[in-house]
């Protein structure tokens, strides 16, 4: 059993930046690839970026490449999502999720465990 706590949400300015934080407890979190996923009102969810359970391989929506970076510290059992240049279309409620593999993956239905989302809110 995984238990996942994300923080770090907020309201900010369109071009602002924001740290997301997830913070894993029970397996042993080196062993779970994560992924940050996200919910806008009346749009599928969205797997952003993923990361394999050593850190070594990484995965971004097109979306998001080259200003959202995923990275874990498996000492502190905690993987983390910067954002930066947010944009009024990043607003969603974003979730942490682990599975029982070390290979990342984009598909929501291979996730097991999940957190329970913290609100971005990028304003014009």
């Known amino acids: 059993q995984v238990q996942l706590e994300d923080s770090g949400g907020g309201l900010v300015q369109a071009g602002d930046s924001l740290r997301l934080s997830c913070a894993a407890s029970?397996?042993?979190?080196?062993?779970?690839?994560m992924a940050w996923f996200r919910q806008a009102p009346g749009k599928e969810r969205e797997c952003v970026a993923a990361i394999s359970g050593s850190g070594g391989r990484t995965s971004y929506a097109d979306s998001v490449k080259g200003r959202f970076t995923i990275s874990r510290d498996n000492a502190k059992n905690t993987v983390y999502l910067q954002m930066n240049s947010l944009k009024p279309e990043d607003t969603a409620v974003y979730s942490c999720?682990?599975?029982?593999?070390?290979?990342?993956?984009?598909?929501?239905?291979?996730?097991?465990?999940w957190g329970q989302g913290t609100q971005v809110t990028v304003s014009t």
């Open positions: 029970g397996r042993t979190f080196s062993s779970s690839a």
């Open positions: 999720a682990a599975r029982g593999g070390m290979v990342l993956t984009t598909s929501p239905d291979r996730y097991d465990y």
